[in-house]
């Protein structure tokens, strides 16, 4: 199966900045990834599949971007509702798999 | 609007086996590929299973394939999962989520349940 591995595991931000978050895939995945949001005691919710489009509902902030192997997210100025856990997510082949998520929180 | 409610969930004791549910509303369910993503406490996500619209393709994460079983029910709207042979690792919030496409499945997942709590417990 195919990994991702995502960096950093945490990342402290202040309100206003922006944050960057990387996903890597040990194959490629051409542009078969999706972004989602967690937050505590909710269910996941898709911010980004293709690589870079936007789910519905979601944000001009959050951009996705990347092709193949290497991909990243980033929310252009963070507000109080965006501090939560993103997971990168292929879709390439059966099984997809997460990658471990990163953890974004108030600096 | 879409809703995704699962059922079923509850302890068992390694080996023992449960059904866990998920009623699907606000929209036209047997259009939709569904999932079943589980995620341990504290832990990332995991995606289980995946069922065609039609129910004719189905797929599994290694972990489960010949113990869980994934079907659907169109005219109820009720997607299932069939756990037997449950072990300690399988304890987690399972979630239904429906896929993005129509009539086909890609694994996307665009809409979720709030999930249903698994523990397989001795």
């Known amino acids: 199966e195919i990994v991702m591995t995502q960096s950093p595991a945490s990342l402290s931000v202040s309100p206003g900045e922006r944050a960057t978050l990387s996903c890597r895939a040990s194959q490629s995945v051409r542009r078969n990834l999706a972004w989602y949001q967690q937050k505590p005691g909710q269910a996941p919710r898709l911010l980004i599949y293709?690589?870079?489009t936007r789910a519905t509902g979601i944000p001009a902030r959050f951009s996705g971007t990347g092709s193949g192997t290497e991909f990243t997210l980033t929310i252009s100025s963070l507000q109080s509702e965006d501090f939560a856990v993103y997971y990168c997510q292929h879709y390439d082949i059966w099984p997809c798999t997460f990658g471990q998520g990163t953890k974004v929180d108030i600096k | 609007q879409v809703q995704l409610v699962e059922s079923g969930g509850g302890v068992v004791q390694p080996g023992w086996s449960l059904r866990l549910s998920c009623a699907a509303s606000g929209f036209t369910f047997s259009t939709y590929g569904m999932h079943w993503v589980r995620q341990a406490p504290g832990k990332g996500l995991e995606w289980v299973a995946v069922?065609?619209?039609?129910?004719?393709?189905?797929y599994y994460t290694d972990s489960v394939k010949g113990r869980f079983t994934i079907s659907r029910d169109n005219s109820k709207n009720t997607l299932y999962l069939q756990m037997n042979g449950l072990r300690a690792e399988d304890t987690a919030v399972y979630y239904c989520?429906?896929?993005?496409?129509?009539?086909?499945?890609?694994?996307?997942?665009?809409?979720w349940g709030q999930g249903t709590l698994v523990t397989v417990s001795s």
């Open positions: 069922i065609w619209n039609d129910g004719n393709n189905k």
């Open positions: 293709g690589a870079s």
């Open positions: 989520a429906r896929d993005i496409l129509i009539h086909d499945s890609s694994g996307v997942f665009d809409y």
